[in-house]
């Protein structure tokens, strides 16, 4: 397997990871706490309800706090 396919394959395990814990987040420093957990790194930007991150293999994504 070749670097790029393993980061790639890092990538959707993180996202099915964060999809697959069927959890519900109260807040959106919790849900950061899981992302951060397996794997995700924190980027520039955010706002009061969303903030960046990038997976294991650099592909930014964003976690969105919707009440």
């Known amino acids: 397997m070749s670097d790029i ?5 890092r990538a959707q395990q993180l ?3 964060l999809l697959q814990r069927n959890e519900r987040w109260h807040t ?3 849900a950061e706490r899981a992302a951060l ?3 995700a790194t924190r980027l ?3 706002g009061p309800d969303w903030r960046v991150y990038a ?3 650099g592909h930014p ?3 969105v706090w919707a009440a």
């Not at 396919?5 to 394959?9: M, N």
Request: hydrophobic share 50%; proline share 4%; charged share 20%.
């Open 15 to 17: 996202g099915a990871s």
């Open 37 to 39: 957990a397996i794997g």
């Open 5 to 9: 396919d393993a980061a790639a394959d």
């Open 55 to 57: 997976d294991p293999a």
């Open 61 to 63: 994504f964003c976690l």
């Open 28 to 30: 959106l420093d919790t």
């Open 44 to 46: 520039d930007g955010a």
